[in-house]
């Protein structure tokens, strides 16, 4: 059995993989990254994190204390360099996903925190799919898709396995698979010469 403090460190490694070149992306202004939905990441992977330190995740949590701290940098960013087509769409997943955060800010069940961040990050990750559908070559498909994996890795780390400590990581698995996905699938529409706004070609 593979030792979970491997498991962890691998997951660690993999955002930082995933991370670096999309900072890279959007230093070259090949990525353009939706401050909509990068706001309400920091601040619920931030959270999730402390969960997990709380409710002793231990190697488990590695990965999602590596993504608050690039989460934070890309929100930053992204509030100079980021889209710009902000959609009603858009506002209304952002206002919703800022209105719960009270919630679980005055909330000490650690379940009910969890349960609300991870609605917090679902809602928050609306802008950039939409964004991926629309604009498929301005969004990075290697970082969801390694995040993706990252998670799983972060998931079989984990020492406690609980809704606690597992549900945050599984929405990010789904969200950054279902973000990849999009991004893969529209990019090959695109090479089959349908009409896609934002595509380098094809």
């Known amino acids: 059995m593979i030792d979970k403090e491997i498991l962890g460190a691998a997951a660690a490694l993999l955002g930082?993989?995933?991370?670096?070149?999309?900072?890279?992306?959007?230093?070259?202004?090949?990525?353009?990254?939706?401050?909509?939905?990068?706001?309400?990441?920091?601040?619920?992977?931030?959270?999730?994190?402390?969960?997990?330190?709380a409710e002793n995740g231990g190697a488990g949590?590695?990965?999602?204390?590596?993504?608050?701290?690039f989460s934070f940098v890309?929100?930053?960013?992204?509030?100079?360099?980021g889209e710009r087509n902000i959609t009603r769409a858009d506002w209304v997943s952002f206002l919703l996903a800022?209105?719960?955060?009270?919630?679980?800010?005055?909330?000490e069940?650690?379940?009910?925190?969890v349960i609300l961040a991870t609605m917090i990050n679902?809602?928050?990750?609306?802008?950039?799919?939409?964004?991926?559908?629309?604009?498929?070559?301005?969004?990075?498909?290697?970082m969801y898709a390694v995040l993706s994996v990252?998670?799983?890795?972060?998931?079989?780390?984990?020492?406690?396995?609980?809704v606690v400590t597992a549900l945050f990581p599984f929405c990010q698995f789904v969200s950054n698979a279902a973000i990849s996905a999009t991004l893969f699938g529209r990019r090959w529409a695109g090479?089959?010469?349908?009409?896609?706004?934002?595509?380098?070609g094809g």
């Open 16 to 53: 930082v993989v995933g991370f670096v070149p999309y900072l890279r992306s959007i230093y070259r202004r090949e990525t353009k990254p939706h401050v909509f939905s990068w706001v309400p990441w920091f601040i619920t992977t931030a959270v999730a994190c402390a969960g997990q330190v």
């Open 61 to 69: 949590a590695w990965a999602t204390a590596t993504s608050a701290v």
């Open 191 to 200: 090479r089959r010469r349908l009409p896609l706004r934002g595509s380098k």
């Open 98 to 107: 800022l209105a719960t955060i009270p919630l679980w800010v005055v909330t």
């Open 74 to 81: 890309i929100m930053v960013i992204a509030l100079f360099r």
């Open 122 to 142: 679902l809602s928050a990750a609306f802008p950039t799919l939409r964004k991926s559908w629309s604009k498929p070559y301005e969004e990075d498909m290697a």
């Open 109 to 113: 069940d650690p379940l009910a925190s």
């Open 150 to 162: 990252r998670s799983a890795l972060s998931l079989a780390a984990l020492e406690n396995v609980a």
